[in-house]
């Protein structure tokens, strides 16, 4: 008879799936029974000794066995509230100790991601092989092991290792991206990276080597002041002499640009009227200039309008709404003059500032826009909606 398998992540957070089932284990357990059930996950090839749980859960407690009995019962009783647990018996007792159940089978992220990183862990230069697993193990990490309130010495650790060794691996793959001058592949990785272990350096310096490549300079002046002030306040230290260095060679580059003509210049700034459509923008940007375009229609006494589409499938499926964002900002590029402004504020919601001096303007252009989503999407359970108001720049104290 086939093992039952439960699939567990313990990055970030606690979870199990069987199946189609999905449960948060701290839904369900207290943060003893978490660090009791992550115990018997770790070591469940063997036997645990009680006083291998003792010395992890209770080295100070003046009656840790009739503890270890406490707990383990409350185990049982409480893991049976998980639905695809119920009636099942995962702790044994053994000799000496306990067990969880070999009947069944487990998969665990963190126990993947380790085997992956004993594979790469001493090649200096990543093939296309080992470049898959690293970026497996990327892929892997979604942030810390998974540590409750009572910081157990044993998962801090554990822990440990993970962070060192996620850090290592996109290090070994910036390495790798740098060589063969794929940049951008590489900030994107590192941005990343930064986003869940904010404070290693080394993740930082292959950024900063990605906006010096690209002769980003202003950018990578402006990032090293911050990241060097930050490390600051938080470690108390500044960033090494390897940094300084890199900061040096950003100075030496960007000093030795050479100057655009300002004929130059105009032919660059040109290039935009050659495409057609409504002018795209980030939302960060569009945030900037519809200020200045509000500025100006205030002072030519201009009416203008926002528009925000929402992409939504009947059946809430996320994934088929992301298969279709590209389509969508084209074909509202499309349904736009160029002097419109629009920007994605996520995956699946669009923002656009349009002039025009009367709301049933506004509601042609969403017209236009609709019939052109339902024509190419006539088959699929997608959904366009739409919310209009007038624009306006708001008091401070109204913003807020």
Same mark, same amino acid.
């Given at each position: 008879?086939?093992?039952?398998?439960?699939?567990?992540?313990?990055?970030?957070?606690?979870? $199990?799936?069987?199946?189609?089932?999905?449960? $948060?284990?701290?839904?369900?357990?207290?943060?003893?029974?978490?660090?009791?059930?992550?115990?018997?996950?770790?070591?469940?090839?063997?036997?645990?000794?009680?006083?291998?749980?003792?010395? !992890? #859960?209770?080295?100070?407690?003046?009656?840790?066995?009739?503890?270890?009995?406490?707990?383990?019962?409350? +185990?049982?009783?409480?893991?049976?509230?998980?639905?695809?647990?119920?009636?099942?018996?995962? !702790?044994?007792?053994?000799?000496?100790?306990?067990?969880?159940?070999?009947?069944?089978?487990?998969?665990?992220?963190?126990?993947?991601?380790?085997?992956?990183?004993?594979? =790469?862990? +001493?090649?200096?230069?990543?093939?296309?092989?080992?470049?898959?697993?690293?970026?497996?193990?990327?892929?892997?990490?979604?942030?810390?092991?998974?540590? @409750?309130?009572?910081?157990?010495?044993?998962?801090?650790?554990?822990?440990?290792?993970?962070?060192?060794?996620?850090?290592?691996?996109?290090?070994? $793959?910036?390495?790798?991206?740098?060589?063969?001058?794929?940049?951008?592949?590489?900030?994107?990785?590192? /941005?990343?990276?930064?986003?869940?272990?904010?404070?290693?350096?080394?993740?930082?310096?292959?950024?900063?080597?990605?906006?010096?490549?690209?002769?980003?300079?202003?950018?990578?002046?402006?990032?090293?002041?911050?990241?060097?002030?930050?490390?600051?306040?938080?470690?108390?230290?500044? #960033? @090494?002499?390897?940094?300084?260095?890199? /900061?040096?060679?950003?100075?030496?580059?960007?000093?030795? $640009?050479?100057?655009?003509?300002?004929? @130059?210049?105009?032919?660059?700034?040109?290039?935009?009227?050659?495409?057609?459509?409504?002018? /795209?923008?980030?939302?960060?940007?569009?945030?900037?200039?519809?200020?200045?375009?509000?500025?100006?229609?205030?002072?030519?006494?201009?009416?203008?309008?926002?528009?925000?589409?929402? !992409? @939504?499938?009947?059946?809430?499926?996320?994934?088929?709404?992301?298969?279709?964002?590209?389509?969508?900002?084209?074909? !509202?590029?499309?349904?736009?003059?160029?002097?419109?402004?629009?920007?994605?504020?996520?995956?699946?919601?669009? =923002?656009?500032?349009?002039?025009?001096?009367?709301?049933?303007?506004?509601?042609?252009?969403?017209?236009?826009?609709?019939?052109?989503?339902?024509?190419?999407?006539?088959?699929?359970?997608?959904?366009?909606? /739409?919310?209009?108001?007038?624009?306006?720049?708001?008091?401070?104290?109204?913003?807020?």
């Amino acid at each position: 008879m086939a093992k039952e398998i439960f699939d567990v992540t313990l990055f970030n957070e606690f979870t $199990i799936t069987c199946g189609k089932e999905k449960a $948060i284990i701290t839904e369900y357990l207290g943060k003893q029974l978490v660090n009791l059930f992550q115990v018997f996950l770790y070591y469940r090839e063997q036997p645990v000794h009680k006083d291998t749980l003792i010395e !992890i #859960l209770w080295p100070e407690s003046d009656n840790p066995i009739s503890a270890l009995k406490f707990t383990i019962h409350r +185990f049982r009783k409480d893991v049976q509230k998980i639905p695809f647990f119920e009636g099942k018996e995962l !702790i044994l007792t053994v000799k000496q100790g306990y067990q969880l159940n070999p009947d069944f089978e487990w998969h665990i992220d963190s126990e993947e991601f380790g085997n992956l990183w004993e594979e =790469i862990k +001493f090649e200096e230069n990543l093939s296309a092989k080992t470049m898959k697993i690293a970026y497996r193990m990327v892929d892997l990490y979604k942030g810390k092991f998974y540590i @409750s309130n009572s910081q157990l010495m044993w998962t801090q650790q554990v822990c440990e290792f993970y962070r060192h060794a996620y850090v290592k691996c996109v290090i070994k $793959i910036c390495k790798k991206l740098l060589e063969e001058q794929k940049y951008e592949e590489m900030m994107t990785l590192n /941005y990343q990276a930064i986003l869940l272990e904010p404070f290693y350096e080394g993740l930082h310096y292959y950024y900063m080597k990605g906006l010096l490549e690209t002769s980003d300079y202003h950018k990578a002046l402006r990032y090293y002041d911050d990241l060097n002030e930050s490390f600051v306040k938080e470690l108390g230290t500044g #960033l @090494s002499m390897r940094f300084k260095e890199l /900061y040096d060679a950003i100075m030496s580059d960007h000093e030795n $640009i050479e100057r655009v003509k300002i004929d @130059s210049l105009l032919k660059q700034l040109s290039r935009r009227t050659e495409e057609e459509g409504g002018f /795209y923008c980030t939302f960060e940007m569009f945030k900037y200039m519809y200020e200045l375009v509000m500025k100006s229609a205030m002072r030519d006494n201009k009416r203008l309008y926002l528009i925000s589409f929402e !992409i @939504s499938h009947e059946d809430d499926k996320e994934e088929e709404v992301f298969k279709v964002v590209n389509k969508v900002k084209h074909l !509202i590029a499309l349904s736009l003059r160029k002097n419109d402004l629009f920007a994605k504020i996520n995956e699946g919601q669009f =923002i656009v500032l349009v002039d025009c001096q009367t709301v049933e303007n506004a509601y042609l252009i969403i017209q236009r826009i609709s019939h052109r989503f339902y024509k190419k999407f006539r088959n699929k359970k997608l959904r366009l909606n /739409y919310y209009v108001t007038e624009a306006k720049l708001l008091d401070p104290e109204e913003a807020e």
